[in-house]
């Protein structure tokens, strides 16, 4: 019953941690993932021919801070203004005044005002770009905001850690606890230090394996559930994300189980017949 009782406290503390873990880790994919969507507008000269146009954007594909790009043409524009403002501008000035661009998304660790500064200056060298539109604004809140978050995340992760080895401890403490005079007797009969501590060691080294797997098991089913009613999170609740989160939770199970119940055996080793009782 103990050991039963051992596994459940210390499954609940480890999908709490990895819960925390998967906000750390999605805080990251989610600053990526919205740095990438953000998208700016190379505009470029109507004397541009559109295979010279095609030439230089497969060109920009080629560029390690280029994510993706899409080539909009000026009749491409007109429509979507047209269906955007209920009203063909072109009917007003008799001609198209909109110019054919390539919409930039950039890959997430340029996506900040240091890159996109000589980013601008490269694409203006490459053709016949007449203006480079972009929302700086944008770009520098999220930028903040994610510093923000992270801290804030990292700084719950390291209490929460802390939290975790407090209740683990205890839980492993009070479940050896109960056998301290065994293992007072087990010394008084002879047998050394590694002879009583393995039993415990092994027993608790289950219990992490144990409460792991339990634990691994509840997150599995928890990004699952998020993914299948929100398809679109899957670029955050990525398969690599998750199998870190349960890398972390499998490890800082069988670590803290064991080295708890370490430092707790060795504790009652030392400790003489007459503590035993006031223990």
């Known amino acids: 019953m103990q050991f039963i009782t051992a596994c459940i406290s210390t499954t609940m503390v480890l999908v709490l941690l990895g819960i925390v873990a998967f906000f750390v880790l999605s805080a990251r994919d989610f600053s990526g993932y919205v740095r990438e969507n953000i998208s700016f507008s190379a505009l470029l000269s109507d004397d541009m021919k559109e295979p010279d146009i095609l030439k230089f954007q497969k060109n920009l594909d080629k560029e390690p801070y280029v994510k993706s790009t899409i080539y909009i043409s000026k009749e491409q524009a007109l429509r979507e203004e047209t269906e955007a403002m209920g009203t063909n501008p072109q009917e007003f000035v008799g001609y ?147 199998l870190v989160v349960m890398a972390t939770v499998f490890a800082f199970g069988i670590i803290i189980t064991v080295w708890c119940a370490y430092l707790s055996i060795n504790r009652y080793l030392r400790m003489k017949t007459d503590s035993l009782y006031y223990a």
Do not use: C, Q
């Open 96 to 242: 198209n005044p909109f110019s054919a661009s390539i919409e930039i998304n950039l890959n997430s660790v340029y996506a900040n005002s240091d890159s996109l500064a000589w980013i601008e200056k490269e694409i203006m060298a490459k053709g016949k770009v007449v203006e480079i539109t972009y929302p700086e604004a944008l770009i520098e809140a999220v930028n903040k905001n994610v510093r923000k978050i992270s801290i804030v995340l990292l700084g719950l992760a390291a209490l929460f850690a802390i939290i975790s080895f407090s209740l683990i401890n205890n839980t492993i403490r009070l479940t050896i606890y109960a056998k301290r005079f065994l293992i007072h007797t087990m010394r008084l009969v002879g047998a050394d230090w590694g002879f009583i501590r393995r039993p415990f060691l092994v027993r608790n080294l289950w219990v992490g394996v144990i409460s792991a797997l339990l634990a691994n098991g509840v997150l599995m089913l928890g990004g699952y559930w998020i993914v299948r009613h929100e398809p679109e999170l899957i670029n955050i609740v990525s398969p690599h994300t998750m």
